[in-house]
């Protein structure tokens, strides 16, 4: 075998693994949330869940386009498998965001139908496309025949006061004809009239059973689920009737949780929190080396993320509030972290004393 050959196979077989590893990921995911998903978060939680599919901020479509996409679009290779998601309702506009997603390495591009703040709707994207699915079956061909990453799609239910399970699945039907084969199901209605995004998290009914019901009439399609999953055994369920469970804010606030999942669903050993966060020194100390001029990286940029990390344990709350004061304090850095990782230590070593 020539050396360009041998090198074309280990090129080939380094993207079969690759290939592998993102398909394997559908099973669970974190959630796209805005303020929340950013790169240093994603980092986190890859080392969390190494076999989780993460999901980054919602962009629009414009804003990859025009903006900085280098901040914009942030990501360490040790986040794949990542997906990029866009907001937008232009098929030419949303195809060439797709592209430049792909070309920065994101390994799916996915396209909000779901969000239902104001400032979306004014712009005519997010969930209110839930009521146009011509126009998202030509966003989404337009993405698919633009970029060589899968294109999938996460909506909701219906908006406002739509109740007709046949319309959610013609909507689905009509998207996945364009070539959309997996979608993520916020499995509620965004009503768009009245409640806050965070109501309208909270406030209209979650229904999986639309979510399975799709699922089991359309096998060939990939149903993830999402909306109120908030423990293992609720997470675990969920893969009884759908591929995969997305996980939102249970795990952001309590991003062990990831952990657990991970390791129940993909085998390997629990390691604890301690060990888990310890792993993340390295990338800490290389960010805060780039120096605040260059990358205005601080080391609450990252510790806000962490805050969650020994939710419900004893010590838990000494964590959050030595790093919250510490993090914004000119010169922050790894120490404080270990500082508050002494704190829980404390607590668990008084308890073996106490045994
Ligand atoms: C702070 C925050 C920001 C969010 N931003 C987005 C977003 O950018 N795109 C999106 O599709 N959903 C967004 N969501 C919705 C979540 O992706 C998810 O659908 C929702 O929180 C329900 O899942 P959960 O109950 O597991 O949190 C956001 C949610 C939160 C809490």
Same mark, same amino acid.
């Given at each position: 075998m020539s050396a360009t050959e041998a090198h074309e196979n280990a090129g080939k077989s380094l993207d079969l693994r690759k290939k592998s590893r993102y398909e394997a990921s559908l099973r669970l995911s974190v959630a796209p949330m805005m303020d929340w998903t950013d790169s240093h978060c994603r980092v986190f939680h890859r080392l969390l869940a190494p076999h989780a599919r993460l999901y980054s901020e919602m962009v629009h479509a414009n804003a990859v386009i025009h903006g900085d996409r280098d901040r914009l679009l942030a990501m360490d290779p040790v986040e794949h498998p990542v997906a990029l998601q866009l907001g937008g309702s232009e098929p030419e506009l949303l195809a060439q965001a797709a592209k430049i997603g792909a070309e920065y390495g994101f390994d799916e591009i996915n396209l909000n139908c779901g969000c239902p703040s104001d400032r979306v709707q004014a712009g005519r994207f997010g969930a209110c496309l839930m009521r146009e699915p011509a126009l998202v079956a030509a966003s989404v061909a337009a993405m698919v025949e633009a970029c060589d990453v899968p294109v999938t799609v996460k909506c909701r239910l219906g908006v406002d006061d739509d109740h007709d399970y046949g319309t959610f699945s013609a909507f689905v039907d009509t998207i996945a004809q364009a070539g959309c084969r997996m979608f993520v199901v916020h499995a509620r209605n965004a009503w768009l009239k009245g409640l806050s995004p965070k109501e309208n998290r909270e406030v209209p009914p979650l229904r999986y059973d639309w979510a399975y019901r799709l699922k089991r009439e359309r096998p060939d399609l990939q149903i993830v689920v999402n909306g109120g999953i908030a423990t293992q055994d609720e997470a675990t369920q969920h893969l009884q009737h759908a591929d995969g469970a997305m996980l939102g804010r249970a795990a952001y606030h309590d991003p062990y949780l990831l952990h657990r999942l991970d #390791?129940?669903?993909?085998? /390997? &050993? !629990? %390691?604890? %929190? /301690? &060990? !888990? +966060? %310890? $792993? +993340? %020194?390295?990338? #800490? &100390?290389?960010?805060? $080396?780039? /120096?605040? +001029?260059?990358k205005g990286v601080s080391l609450k940029h990252i510790t806000r993320h962490l805050l969650g990390l020994f939710a419900g344990e004893r010590g838990g709350r000494a964590f959050r509030q030595v790093l919250s004061e510490g993090a914004h304090k000119p010169g922050a850095n790894w120490s404080l972290i270990e500082q508050a990782l002494a704190l829980t230590e404390s607590f668990a070593d008084a308890q073996v004393d106490a045994a």
């Open positions: #390791v129940a669903w993909f085998g /390997g &050993e !629990l %390691r604890t %929190r /301690g &060990e !888990l +966060l %310890r $792993a +993340l %020194r390295p990338y #800490v &100390e290389d960010q805060l $080396a780039r /120096g605040p +001029l260059q």
